[in-house]
């Protein structure tokens, strides 16, 4: 039964649905850190966490058990993701359920840094009854510029736009049509809009590009008496910038939601006139709450019981329609990595994986990674899935490049994989008959058509009267059964190098190896082993509701 751990305090909404969930188990253990979390993570198959709990590479190191985390938000930046992708875990967010809330925190900040709502009351509360000194700024007419227009830039915007306030707008990835649709000025850089701005809010992640996007250069280049909002990631803007700006008036006000460091109970801007701050609370309205916590239990639940991933942060998503349908040729994928990894070969430099027919059209990234599974699969010591094959390969330094071609060629659909080694080249096409019998029809130059199952013994020889009758007599010395026969030439004409490949019933042992390699028409003979025939990885397997990962 799948063990749920609930890291971070949840609404009760989700714990209610965790409790209710069919075959799984659950403990809510809040505040853990260092060994005592890692320690944790290893008894259990799924984790939910909020920003509190800080799932880093030294946490998630070693588990084999965890098959994914959950985040009840949207920000992931408290996760390690590529070590998660490493471990084969997958991080999934709930990214659209505090969207309005935050949105309305950001709307919030502006109308109440305007209008001095906060010392305001702070006055009264001192007996103070102070009209002049708080005089404020109304926000309908002014310009309102956004950073990063997603679900919740798009969301304040609406909202700004209600207030009859004029919206300028940057995202690389907005269209200008999309921004004029919902009535945003859109911009080509961010100093492109610094001058005409009142207010400026930001609304994108914490990345390398956006950390200190506004420092003392963008201050200079602003209108004197801007007023600045932060309800996204701290770090966006430069604190120092923030500080030295109020103190020279160029900014009016500064509100803030997130820090660099949070918990931060400390900062030069605390108590500095025209700032406002609260501590992290644009996600903390009932409704955001109920809903993140809702979404995430689903989504981990989904996940564990059905193989339904979605809102994947670390992993593309495919939806478990789609791996049905394209589970004959993940089967084919995954046993040609596993034939090309049995192939008597060290040092793999790069691999090449061509895609021929309606297959081409098809979603064939998590095809490339169930070869890659399959090639990395007995080569490593921790478990490969289709989650982390992709950058296992990558930190190897093995290159990957995959093609798609629509022609057909020989078969309706079909895959060509090939690996550069050290020691050469190996190339293998696979194709699927019918719905669940893949196939291996060329090997190495060789035409043939061969089964991809079990202890398949391959040798190559010289093409001529009476080899095969020859390796089945010393096999049957041995008592060892053939199953099924291929064998496959290069060319055209008889008389040239072949190959032969023979499913087995029995494991031939060295012995019998070596009688197969005494025959003076047989340059090599050796044995790889693939999953008997409808044998897949768990992470392959079906189930009734749809395909499992894990
Ligand atoms: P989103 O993914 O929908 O939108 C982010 C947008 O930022 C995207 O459109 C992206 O194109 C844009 N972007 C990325 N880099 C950019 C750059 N360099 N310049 C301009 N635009 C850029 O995310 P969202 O749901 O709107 O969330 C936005 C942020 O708010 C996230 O950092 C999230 O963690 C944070 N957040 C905070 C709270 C809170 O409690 N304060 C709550 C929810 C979300
Ligand atoms: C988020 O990224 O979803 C927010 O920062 C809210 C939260 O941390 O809960």
Known sequence: MPKVIVLDNLAQEGLDLLAAADGIQYKVQTGLKGDALRGALLEYDGAICRSGVKLTAEVLEGNRRLKAIVRAGVGTDNIDKPAATRAGIVVMNTPAGNTLSTAEQAITLMLAMSRNVVPAYQALCEGRWDRKKFMGSQVAGKTLGIIGLGRIGVAVAIRARAMEMKVIGYDPFLSKEKAQQLGIEPVDTVTEMLPSIDYLTVHTPLTEETRNLIDTPQVEKMKPGVRLINCARGGIYNEQAMVAGLQSGKIAGVALDVYAEEPCTDSPLFGMPGVLCTPHLGASTEEAQTQVAVEAV?????????????????????????????????????????????????????????????????????????????????????????????????????????????????????????????????????????????????????????????????????????????????????????????????????????????????????????????????????????????????????SEMGLSLL
């Open 298 to 542: 689903s989504l981990l639940t989904d996940y564990l019981t059905t193989g339904t991933i979605r809102h994947a942060v670390n992993v593309a998503a495919v939806d478990p329609k789609t791996m049905q349908s394209l589970r004959g040729y993940l089967d084919v994928a995954y046993r040609l990595g596993l034939l090309l990894a049995g192939c008597p070969s060290s040092g793999v430099k790069s691999c090449h994986v061509l895609y021929r027919g309606e297959i081409a059209s098809r979603d064939t990234k998590v095809l490339t990674s169930a070869f890659t599974a399959g090639l990395l699969q007995h080569a490593l010591d921790e478990e490969v899935n289709l989650i982390n094959a992709e950058m296992l390969l990558q930190e190897r330094g093995i290159e990957l490049v995959t093609e798609s071609r629509t022609d057909m060629g020989a078969f309706r659909s079909s895959m060509t994989v090939e690996i550069t080694t050290d020691q050469g080249q190996h190339e293998a096409t696979g194709t699927l008959f019918g719905q669940s019998m893949p196939r291996l029809v060329a090997l190495d130059g060789y035409r043939l058509e061969a089964y991809l199952d079990g202890c398949l013994l391959l040798f190559k020889h010289q093409d001529v009267p009476g080899i095969v009758g020859s390796v089945g007599t010393t096999l049957g010395e041995y008592q060892i059964n053939i199953a099924q026969m291929a064998v496959g030439r290069a060319g055209d004409r008889p008389g040239g190098e072949a190959i032969g490949i023979l499913n087995l019933d029995g494991e031939p042992g060295s012995e019998s190896l070596e009688a197969v390699r005494k025959h003076p028409s047989i340059s090599s003979a050796h044995v790889i082993r693939l999953p008997k025939s409808g044998d897949l990885p768990a992470w392959l397997q079906s």
